[in-house]
């Protein structure tokens, strides 16, 4: 493990985050590891068609009279860690892949099927006439996917 500068444990943290690397996601848009000195929050800030801005936090137990933890940077901000610093180097190559021809697209996590189910919905609420159709969510996710009715449960009995 990489030493955050975090001296004091976060007593309440039990052994699954002392143990194994979670992730939570908070909608819209915070992703943030929890482990027992620290919880350090990813906030992705949409800028842009095809930008993003990242805003890294490190929160953590009272440190005391000396600096205080840094999860996501190298020498207090020098640079990026080196999970950063890949998700941010390729992150341009990956959205030319993602707009090239061949790319037919991604399966959505159950997560993120409930943020796009979301946004539909808040199309709907504001009234799919009134979006413009280049801002509008395409209208996916139906009852079908809903349960008891979703398709997929027909695979896993395959």
């Keep these: 493990t990489r030493d955050v500068g975090a001296r004091a444990e976060i007593a309440t943290v039990g052994e699954i985050a002392r143990t194994c690397i979670q992730s939570y996601g908070i909608f819209p848009n915070w992703v943030s590891q929890l482990t027992e ?53 390729f992150g341009t190559e990956i959205q030319k892949s993602m707009e090239s021809p061949g790319f037919k697209g991604v399966p959505l996590s159950y997560q993120e099927a409930r943020i796009y189910h979301w946004n539909q919905h808040a199309d709907r609420m504001i009234g799919l006439d009134s979006i413009p159709s280049e801002l509008a969510v395409e209208q996916v996710i139906n009852e079908d996917w809903v349960y008891p009715n979703d398709p997929r449960l027909a695979q896993i009995t395959k």
């Design 37 to 89: 000195f620290v919880l350090g929050p990813l906030l992705f800030w949409p800028n842009g068609v095809n930008k993003c801005r990242i805003e890294c936090w490190t929160i953590a137990p009272d440190w005391g009279d000396g600096e205080g933890p840094d999860y996501w940077t190298v020498n207090r901000g020098e640079s990026l860690c080196k999970i950063l610093l890949e998700d941010t180097e």
